[in-house]
Nanobody, 120 residues
């Protein structure tokens, strides 16, 4: 099993910065993708960014140039540095581990979520 524990959410003014952290424990495999999703009430959860163990990163268009995802494989920890935050970045942010079993559909593991609020 996999456990994901997030930290670092909070309230920040527009233009400010926050750093989210997520510590993964349990059975973590080298091919597992770590990433961050976010969700606002009434909308589907959306992928914000993800990263492979080799450091290849994907970003949603809405956060490119503002957010940076990084991963410490030795600590099984993933980070999301969020700069130039906008009110529309307000959401619950979920840490995610995505695993692709051979020939099967992806398996998702989720953290409990951390609230990020961007407001003056």
């Amino acid at each position: 099993q996999v456990q994901l524990v997030e930290s670092g959410g909070g309230l920040v003014q527009p233009g400010g910065s926050l750093r989210l952290s997520c510590a993964a424990s349990g059975s973590i495999f080298v091919l597992d993708l770590l990433g961050w999703y976010r969700q606002v009430p009434g909308k589907e959860r959306e992928l914000v960014a993800s990263i492979t163990s080799g450091g290849s990163a994907f970003y949603a268009d809405s956060v490119k140039g503002r957010f940076t995802i990084s991963r410490d494989n030795a600590k099984n920890t993933v980070y999301l540095q969020m700069n130039s935050l906008k009110p529309e970045d307000t959401a619950v942010y979920y840490c995610n581990l995505r695993r692709y079993p051979l020939g099967g559909s992806p398996i998702h593991y989720w953290g409990q979520g951390t609230q990020v609020t961007v407001s003056s």
